[in-house]
Structure formats: C-alpha cells, structure tokens
C-alpha cells in the first residue's frame, strides 16, 4: 500500500539550529515526492519537490530509495520557517497526492 | 495570476443537515481535486477531476458525498445528511494536468458538524 510517515507530531529547535523534518514512504515502483508546507494563515503551498533536486528558503531533502526516505533538511533554522510541514507522494496512476501527518516546526528566538 | 477560491470559508451545520462547498480553480487548470483534512491528519483525497470527468472517487463516501465539475471548471462539493465525523477543512487544489503538475491549494472551507 501506499504510504507516507511522518513521525514526529511536533518538532522545536532555536534559532541557527539544523533541522531535519523525517518523512519515509511505503510505494511499489519509483516515487515522486514532494514537501509541501502551510504557514500561519496561509493555504498549502508546494515547498520543494525532490524531481528538481532544488534548495528552496535553504531547505534542500534527498530521496534515499534504500531507506525510503525522504527527509528535510535546512543547516540554521530561521523564526519565519516555522510552519506546518507536509510529506507526500503522488500516484502516479492518477496524479493524487497522499500526505503524511504533517509535522509541526516551532522555531524559538 | 489569481489562486485557487473556495466558498464559504467555514461553516457550521447540525448532523444530517445538507451543506455545499464551491470551488474555483486556477484559470486555464483541467485537473481539479477535493481533500478532506481532519484535524491532526495530512490531506486525504475525495475526489479527482480532469476537466468534467471523474478520474478517481474511490475515497469518496457516495451515500452521502456528491461533487460535480459542470463545464470543466467551477465544481461543487455536497454533502447530505452530514455526520459529526465529517468535521474537517475541505480543500481544493487545481493543476495543469498530468500526473506530475503542481497541484495549487485553495484556502479550504472549515466545517464543523454539531
């Protein structure tokens, strides 16, 4: 089956300090995967996506097939990044997202 | 260029009431979607469109969900006799189309059903 985890309900680091969001998936085939991201107030919005292999506001994620993984990464977290994060990944039958549980990112000065 | 509306922004109702969410998606995107979001929960989708026709509905509660996407752009979500466990924000997003566009995200509507 299908499926995205994302473990942690609540991450909180200071500011300046690495983060890594974890996100693994369960799929049969190669994986498309995405991290989208909902700041206070504002709609879901697509951060990155691992296909164009970009860093977007300095985060950057590495698909590792061995470890399904596909985890988000910023080396020194800023107040502004703190946010509700999303992993998913789309069937590629028809073009749905499936989401993780989110991850909530608190970012203290 | 304008994002993804959806109306009403909230709504409460009283179980087995009827309520019906509107949703207008980004000019020009023939790939149309409804999520369902509980709260603590990720997206879940409800239904997927590509231009007026159904392309999955499989998580879609028929007896009581309904969407129509008449002329291939505006759509409806309906629900009738509405439960307490269907309390969640509904979400729309719009692509391009294909199965590897960017899907653009609407503001939701939060029901909740009392």
């Known amino acids: 089956a299908q499926r995205v985890t994302q473990p942690e309900k609540l991450l909180s680091v200071f500011k300046g300090a690495p983060v890594e969001l974890k996100c693994n998936y369960s799929?049969?085939?190669?994986?498309?995967l995405f991290w989208y991201v909902q700041y206070s107030r504002q709609r879901l919005q697509l951060l990155l996506r691992?296909?164009s292999r970009e860093s977007i506001k300095g985060f950057t994620a590495d698909l590792n097939k061995g470890e399904t993984s596909f985890h988000l990464k910023k080396p020194f977290a800023q107040e502004e990044d703190s946010a509700m994060y999303y992993c998913?990944?789309?069937?590629?039958?028809?073009?749905?997202?499936?989401f993780g549980q989110g991850t909530e990112l608190s970012v203290k000065p | 260029e304008a994002g993804v509306a959806q109306s009403p922004r909230y709504k409460i109702i009283e179980k087995r009431q009827s309520v019906a969410f509107w949703c207008n998606p980004i000019s020009g995107h023939a790939t149309l979607y409804w999520y369902q979001q509980i709260l603590g929960q990720g997206p879940k989708l409800l239904i997927q469109?590509?231009?007026?026709?159904?392309?999955?509905d499989s998580q879609l509660p028929k007896d009581r969900f309904s969407a129509e996407r008449l002329k291939g752009v505006d759509s409806t979500l309906k629900i009738q006799p509405a439960k307490l466990e269907d309390s969640a924000v509904y979400l729309c997003?719009?692509?391009?189309?294909?199965?590897?566009?960017?899907?653009?995200f609407g503001p939701g509507t939060r029901l909740t059903v009392l």
């Open positions: 997003a719009s692509s391009l189309g294909g199965t590897l566009g960017t899907q653009y």
């Open positions: 469109f590509q231009n007026n026709g159904v392309v999955d």
């Open positions: 799929y049969s085939g190669s994986p498309e």
């Open positions: 998913a990944l789309i069937d590629n039958q028809g073009g749905k997202l499936i």
């Open positions: 691992h296909i």
